[in-house]
């Protein structure tokens, strides 16, 4: 089985098990755009196209620290992600600002403050004074959460700990101590535009932050299904009877919306040195077919299912997937083929002749020229 990309985006498969238990082969490609300079301005084909992921990436210590990036190759997304990697800009120092974005009919805003502390007061502890910035990362690192260890003094192998499953590698959440002991305890750097955070309270507030969350925390954890004894007994290896599709989806459920097409609008809010910048998404004619040894030629259909935007970087990436179902064994798949191919592909196919794209040739005639000058310069460089 081989893979012929015909588009300029990075473009791969992988093996996948779907819920109803057939196995399945899963095609993903990846474009990867600058963004526009000034608004209204048309995004521009990045020189520098990222690779699909094949593992997850963090922040730091895997499952230690806010997800980045998830794996590129679930077998379907019934939705599309919205991933943000971004940081707060003001032009001048401020000590909180709302920041937040627009894709079509989906928006979401949340509220950024600067770095503070508990402090005591008349009625126990608030938050302190928050210090000014003009930039700074959201992360769901320095998002409401955490975990605390519930027995300080035991020996390590002994400890245990109480995580808030929303978010157990954020801040702010301090389940095993009193008021006093908060005092000079840092809260989140985030929090939800109409429910600010004003003092330690048993009602906890919901994570504010625009990247990814990790398949075991709440509430994406609970769409994996049950895996209890009768799964054991019954039914694995394969997936539980309430495994919800959903699970595969890594944004928080206030950042999916259907399928992107392209040509929807995109607008960024306190997320760029220059304020505000809006974009219309290109639209992409992006073909899949699977041809199998046997002749039989399949059109899939797919989706922009991922979408991530990285104002510092100054780029973002949509994901196209598809997957087609494997009837008996592996063996039986011949070519995929991402994006529309040209007449003599098509034809070097046709008289089972290998085929080099005329891109390929032209960097092959590159290596082969720079080899000759080389030499060139080697025979005609003076002897000593």
């Given amino acids: 089985m081989n893979l012929y990309n015909a588009t300029p985006f990075t473009a791969d498969y992988a093996f996948g098990l779907k819920k109803s238990g057939r196995s399945c082969l899963i095609i993903a490609a990846k474009a990867t755009y600058d963004l526009p300079l000034r608004s209204d301005e048309p995004p521009r084909f990045s020189s520098n196209q990222c690779d699909l992921y094949n593992s997850d990436a963090y922040s730091g210590e ?9 794996n ?5 997304k019934p939705n599309c992600d919205i991933i943000l990697h971004a940081s707060a800009h003001s032009e001048q120092p401020v000590t909180e600002m709302i920041v937040g974005f627009r894709v079509g009919s989906l928006e979401k805003f949340l509220k950024v403050i600067g770095p503070r502390h508990y402090r005591k007061s008349v009625v126990g502890v ?11 990362p959201i992360s769901y690192d320095t998002a409401y959460g955490g975990s605390e260890i519930d027995n300080p003094k035991a020996a390590d192998e002994k400890h245990t700990y109480t995580s808030f499953m929303r978010n157990p590698v954020g801040i702010g959440f301090y389940p095993n101590r009193g008021a006093d002991e908060l005092v000079d305890r840092p809260l989140p750097l985030t929090e939800a535009v109409e429910k600010p955070i004003v003092g330690y309270q048993s009602t906890k507030p919901i994570p504010q932050s625009l990247g990814p969350v ?24 394969f997936l539980p009877e309430d495994f919800d599709e959903s699970y595969y989806q890594c944004a928080p459920e206030d950042q999916q919306c259907e399928h992107l097409r392209g040509g929807e609008r995109v607008s960024l809010f306190g997320l760029l040195p220059q304020g505000q910048l809006t974009f219309t998404l290109p639209k992409v004619e992006l073909p899949m077919q699977a041809i199998l040894k046997n002749g039989d030629r399949h059109n899939l259909d797919p989706r922009i299912d991922t979408l ?17 179902t494997i009837r008996q064994s592996i063996h039986e798949m011949g070519t995929l083929i991402v994006g529309k191919p040209t007449p003599g592909w098509e034809h070097a196919r046709v008289v089972d002749k290998p085929y080099v794209s005329m891109r390929n040739l032209q960097l092959i005639k590159k290596r082969l020229d720079r080899r000759v000058t080389g030499q060139s310069q080697i025979l005609e460089s003076p002897r000593t």
Avoid: C
């Avoid at 895997?62 to 998830?70: D, I, N, T, V």
């Avoid at 075991?216 to 769409?223: A, E, G, I, K, Q």
């Avoid at 991530?308 to 087609?324: C, G, K, L, S």
């Fill in 62 to 70: 895997a499952g230690q620290s806010a997800p980045l990036f998830e």
């Fill in 72 to 76: 590129d190759f679930p077998p379907y």
């Fill in 126 to 136: 608030k938050p302190g004074k928050p210090l000014p910035f003009t930039r700074q």
């Fill in 214 to 237: 990790a398949r075991n925390w709440y509430p994406r954890s609970t769409l994996g299904g049950t895996y209890d004894q009768n799964w054991s007994d019954n039914v694995a290896p």
């Fill in 308 to 324: 991530t935007i990285e104002p510092d970087e100054n780029r973002f990436t949509m994901v196209w997937r598809a997957h087609i």
